[in-house]
T-cell receptor, first 119, second 113 residues
């Protein structure tokens, strides 16, 4: 079963509007972290926002906020006031594993959503 | 510190040749990860180092792949006898204790012709 599901291969949004990118996850761990990354056409993965499974408040970073609904296992990214420079691929990722010296705690990524901001 | 550096940025090679990529992590990060990203997909975990020890390898890492991290600093990923299916972006990431701060490099894009 897929651990991270992003059901929107592509999304369009008008400049200055808000957009929500969907992400659902599957884990049996109690402790986990959820990440969103932006990947422009140049290829680098740019960290946007992080939500820990025990965090009670939804994470916010500038124009980015994470709508975390633990019972539904969803972690949607909300981008407010979209800008042309927001056009990129967006990935949701999850980190599982206990914090022990040998545990890899690698990130598992979804398949991404291509966001296009229209002028 | 300028972040995670990867070299080269692009590599075109003929099928059957060997290639080696290098990753220089953030200096104080003890954990280093290699991922592979094929077109239209998210990155997939290949292997992980804690300091100089390679502690985990994915099933994706066939016998033709080998990674090293001598002295716990930079890392190399070698692919022997490349195949067209190896064409992908190879991303390196580093972190301190695998917590919050995973930093990715810009990747090496490999094309096997």
């Amino acid at each position: 079963a897929q651990k991270i599901t992003q059901t929107q291969p592509g999304m369009f949004v008008q400049e200055k509007e808000a957009v929500t990118l969907d992400c659902t996850y599957d884990t049996s761990d109690q402790s986990y972290g959820l990440f969103w990354y932006k990947q422009p056409s140049s290829g680098e993965m740019i960290f946007l926002i992080y939500q820990g499974s025990y965090d009670e408040q939804n994470a916010t970073e500038g124009r980015y906020s994470l709508n975390f609904q633990k019972a539904r296992k969803s972690a949607n990214l909300v981008i407010s006031a979209s800008q042309l420079g927001d056009s990129a691929m967006y990935f949701c990722a999850m980190r599982e594993g206990r914090r022990s010296s040998g545990s890899a705690r690698q990130l598992t990524f979804g398949s991404g959503t291509q966001l296009t901001v229209l002028p | 510190d300028t972040g995670v550096s990867q070299d080269p940025r692009h590599k075109i090679t003929k099928r059957g040749q060997n290639v080696t990529f290098r990753c220089d992590p953030i200096s104080e990060h003890n954990r280093l990860y290699w991922y592979r990203q094929t077109l239209g997909q998210g990155p997939e975990f290949l292997t992980y180092f804690q300091n100089e020890a390679q502690l985990e390898k994915s099933r994706l890492l066939s016998d033709r792949f080998s990674a090293e991290r001598p002295k716990g600093s930079f890392s190399t990923l070698e692919i022997q006898r490349t195949e067209q299916g190896d064409s992908a972006m190879y991303l390196c990431a580093s972190s301190l204790m695998g917590d919050y701060g995973y930093t990715f490099g810009s990747g090496t894009r490999l094309t096997v012709v």
